[in-house]
């Protein structure tokens, strides 16, 4: 990762009388026990209130903008309004409270964005517990200007963290398939954009056609799938840094559906071979193949566990499509789906714990989750044509598109995997195919 972006946890340096108030704010003996159960019957999101950082008035009110929407959209959040805020707080002042409680918030955000004598931002932040009147946490992070947007990203992983006890997935990347003009000659481009739809890039011109996009765990590179004209469809892969790429397979054959291993140094693909497709490993330094599936069945959309032990895929091998698991080395082939329909397009949560998956059945469409074994199948959302489920880096998020048919086009959504949130994804213009990155950080 090339960004330039450091923080440490916030210690109060303003002056003696705000340290003092800060060890009088958190001194009771007690600790804070502010969480968020998620799933329940009786869910409700948490109010919490995310106060302008102060500091730059620009900067500062970006910042906490980008906190205050992430929260939002995560579902689990209900941000107070500014125009019922009772006090506008200062970063070193200790809140009040009681009028905080009087206004319904349970959380409070205070922050503060600066510079430093060499002109980078330092960005502080503090979450309270109103409730208790304790500090949760604190940090400070250091960074260039333009990587403002994304500080506030790691404060919302740090305060969903910290009352979720969930992982983070804010600072984090979605790439997609942009779709533009008319149904009849639509214009298929490689796009990528921050999780909330900010910073979009095309990666492809679009002179030719591109699907089934997929981020390498552990990389920076994106597998996917384009189709010049006239020319079979063929495997590329790009990395995202150097804007390299590299075309993967055979030109004799068609090759889709890439998938990385866990490790970045493998991927995993589907390979025509005459009416048949057969799951291929290949090695991305020596580029050698090696089969993991043979057979007159049609073996596709292969995604590795996380631990790299075990491969799910989909096949018509039984006469519809269904989804099976197998070890790496193609061992133990079983099916898992079951159930009216057909079942398509799997995908292994980062956490190992789930399976997501398209269910069509009755001229419908469903986006379900199921575990490793087949066990547990419910649906997370179902309509028409709901397709291309791939996983929030946590695991506690799902996205997908949504295409309503006639001359429209796609749109991405994002549905938890209780089913309960589920959230459009703003995206230029019609989208397909989305893959989710892993978190940024450290990347």
């Given amino acids: 990762m090339t960004d330039t972006l450091h923080r440490r ?4 340096l303003a002056s003696l009388l705000a340290i003092l108030a800060l060890v009088l704010a958190v001194a009771a003996p007690a600790q804070a026990q502010l969480n968020l159960r998620i799933g329940g019957g009786s869910f409700q999101p948490m109010p919490i209130a995310v106060a302008d950082f102060s500091g730059d008035p620009s900067l500062g009110l970006l910042v906490s903008s980008v906190v205050t929407n992430n929260l939002r959209r995560s579902g689990y959040f209900v941000p107070l309004e500014k125009g019922k805020f009772p006090e506008n707080p200062g970063f070193d002042a200790v809140p009040g409270f009681d009028k905080w409680r009087t206004a319904g918030a349970q959380a409070l955000i205070t922050g503060r964005v600066g510079r430093d004598p060499s002109g980078k931002l330092k960005v502080e932040f503090r979450l309270w517990d109103v409730t208790s009147g304790q500090q949760l946490t604190g940090q400070q992070y250091g960074a260039d200007v333009a990587n403002a ?3 506030g990203h790691l404060i919302s992983d740090v305060v969903y963290t910290k009352i979720t006890g969930l992982g983070g997935w804010f600072d984090s ?13 639509r214009r298929k481009r490689l796009m990528v954009m921050d999780q909330d739809g900010a910073n979009v890039r095309a990666l492809t011109n ?5 699907v089934a996009p997929r981020y390498s765990p552990s990389t920076q590179d994106i597998a996917f799938m384009t189709q010049a004209s006239g020319q079979q469809p063929r495997v590329q892969v790009i990395n995202l840094e150097t804007g390299a790429r590299q075309a993967i397979g055979r030109m004799d054959s068609m090759s889709t559906s890439p998938r990385f291993s866990p490790d970045g140094h493998h991927l995993v693909m589907s390979v025509q071979q005459g009416g048949n497709a057969d799951i291929v490993k290949m090695d991305l330094g020596s580029k050698a193949q090696t089969p993991i599936t043979s057979g007159n069945a049609i073996d596709t959309s292969p995604t590795y566990s996380p631990d790299g032990s075990k491969i799910v895929f989909e096949s018509d091998r039984g ?28 995908a292994w949560s980062p956490k190992g714990d789930l399976i997501a998956f398209t269910r069509q059945r009755k001229g419908g469409f469903a986006i379900c989750v199921m575990k490793p074994d087949g066990s547990g199948e419910r649906v997370l959302t179902e309509g028409f044509h709901n397709e291309g489920p791939t996983f929030a880096p946590n695991g506690q998020y799902v996205l997908f598109f949504r295409d309503p048919g006639g001359q429209g086009g796609g749109k991405l959504y994002m549905v938890d995997i209780t089913g309960k949130v589920e959230q459009p994804v703003p995206t230029p213009s019609y989208a397909s195919d989305p893959t989710w990155s892993p978190l940024l950080a450290g990347k």
């Fill in 319 to 346: 006469g519809s499509q269904q989804i099976y698991v197998m070890g790496a080395d193609g061992s133990n082939p079983t099916r898992i789906s079951f159930g009216e329909g057909s079942a398509s397009q799997p």
């Fill in 149 to 151: 947007r994304r500080t």
């Fill in 173 to 185: 990347r979605i790439a997609f398939v942009d779709e533009s003009g008319s149904k009849e000659n």
């Fill in 206 to 210: 679009g002179d030719s056609a591109v």
């Fill in 9 to 12: 946890l916030f210690s109060p």
